[in-house]
């Protein structure tokens, strides 16, 4: 029923049972919320790493799924109101897994009138082929589709290539390298390729996820289901976001403070030699305000409630 209707429908109702014209327009009222934060989120992202330049062509990777359809629908709108001039040109990877819906990537971006292309490899087949079953297909599916997707970045002449991962798998990847690679990682907002040729942009990385399924819901996005890795129950990723997901709904505001200590490192603080000199530290005899208070007991805000009121 339109908004209209619904309206018009109300009038004609019993007094206890109608809805005032606010009640009727909340939908609205909260897409055009989403809508602006998510695009707030991105170009903020964009702006703090400098991600979008005058005169960039940029190849939006369009897997189907909805983060990145939410990329390239953010983008678009951003192409329009940003105060820098650049082309997007859409890319999906048909890797034949098998029942893929091949028309509707094509028929999707033929209606919005983007240009697009879309490159047909079938890496399905060597996946499965060198993979063990029950075995993750991920890590060779990544690096067969990741080269694929350089070669082809070239191939169209794109300054830039934006990949669709948001704020909560950069915060995944995090927890991923801590507990099973032992490493402080996760991903960049912005990286040099390994090849050295190419930049990746994540224009939503400040992006929460629940955001971009609701504005998936809200688009009506035509979306297609990853039947290989996607279909993995025990992923150790899948663990990773459980784990994200129950500590957010327990103490709602972690996750973006999470988030936020990627951006406030203190190398002083760790303990790997290769970022700090810990072996010349000598005392100057100088107070240091930001100094270690080594007998002190840690004192910490809630910055959890903060960031809530923020939204708010």
């Known amino acids: 029923m339109s908004t209209a209707a619904a309206a018009f429908e109300t009038m004609n109702a019993p007094p206890e049972t109608q809805l005032t014209a606010r009640q009727v327009d909340k939908p609205r009222r909260e897409a055009n919320k989403l809508a602006k934060r998510l695009r707030r989120d991105a170009g903020q ?21 909805k983060d990145s359809f ?62 063990p079953e029950g075995k993750t297909t991920c890590a060779l599916c990544s690096r067969l589709r990741r080269g694929i997707l350089y070669r082809v970045a070239g191939e169209l002449g794109a300054t830039k290539i934006a990949l669709g991962h948001h704020r909560d798998d950069i915060l995944e990847t995090l927890f991923l390298n801590m507990f099973f690679g032992g490493k402080l990682k996760a991903m960049p907002p912005k990286l040099v390729t390994d090849d050295g040729r190419h930049i990746v942009i ?52 972690r996750i973006e403070t999470l988030f936020r200590s990627l951006q406030n490192v203190v190398p002083s603080h760790l303990a790997d030699t290769r970022l700090y000199d810990f072996a ?25 409630s903060m960031i809530l009121m923020e939204r708010d």
């Open 202 to 253: 994540r224009p939503l990385a400040y992006c929460r996820e629940k955001d971009l399924a609701a504005w998936a819901e809200e688009r009506g996005f035509p979306i297609i289901p990853c039947d290989l890795c996607g279909s993995q129950e025990q992923l150790q990723r899948k663990q990773v976001k459980l784990m994200l997901g129950e500590w957010e709904k327990r103490f709602p505001g």
């Open 280 to 304: 010349g530290l000598r005392p100057t005899g100088k107070p240091d305000p930001d100094g270690d208070r080594a007998f002190d007991p840690e004192e910490f805000k809630d910055t959890a």
């Open 45 to 65: 992202a964009i702006v703090d790493f400098n991600m979008i330049e005058e005169g960039d062509r940029i190849m939006v990777c369009l897997s189907g799924g």
């Open 70 to 131: 939410g990329m390239l629908d953010i983008l678009l709108y951003l192409r329009e109101h940003a105060p820098v001039n650049f082309e997007l040109i859409a890319v999906n990877l048909d890797q034949k897994q098998p029942g893929f819906p091949a028309d509707v990537l094509p028929d999707y971006l033929a209606r919005l009138g983007v240009p697009f292309h879309i490159e047909n490899q079938d890496t399905y087949s060597i996946v499965k082929r060198v993979v």
